[in-house]
């Protein structure tokens, strides 16, 4: 059973930065495609980036450039950088993963039914 813990969540303002990690059980990072998601309330959760075994990473259109996943291989967590952070960014963020190396193709890799696996999320809030 995959198990995924987020942390890093907190409070910024319009502008500032923020980095989340979503530490995983053993042959996760690196064996399996993973991703972030966030919902907002009242919104349906979104996908915010994937990232596959190897490297290949796909962005939503609404962070591309001002977000980052990376995998720490050696501490079997997952990233996310955020910057340049908007109000519309608020949202709880949380930690995906596949059964799978390879991620779905395309925006697909963004869909929340592809990730069976979900982390309890960690909550980001940004101010103007």
């Known amino acids: 059973q995959v198990q995924l813990v987020e942390r890093g969540g907190g409070s910024v303002q319009a502008g500032g930065s923020l980095t989340l990690s979503c530490t995983a059980s053993?042959?996760?990072?690196?064996?399996?495609?993973m991703g972030w998601f966030r919902q907002a309330p009242g919104k349906e959760r979104e996908g915010v980036a994937s990232?596959?075994?190897?490297?290949?990473?796909v962005y939503a259109d609404s962070v591309q450039g001002r977000f980052t996943i990376s995998p720490d291989y050696a501490k079997n967590t997952l990233y996310l950088q955020m910057s340049s952070l908007k109000p519309e960014d608020a949202a709880m963020y949380y930690c995906?993963?596949?059964?799978?190396?390879?991620?779905?193709?395309?925006?697909?890799?963004?869909?929340?039914?592809?990730?069976?696996?979900w982390g309890e999320g960690t909550q980001v809030a940004v101010s103007s």
């Open positions: 995906a993963a596949t059964p799978t190396a390879q991620c779905a193709l395309g925006p697909a890799a963004l869909e929340r039914s592809e990730y069976p696996y």
């Open positions: 990232i596959d075994t190897a490297g290949n990473d």
């Open positions: 053993v042959y996760t990072v690196g064996f399996v495609c």
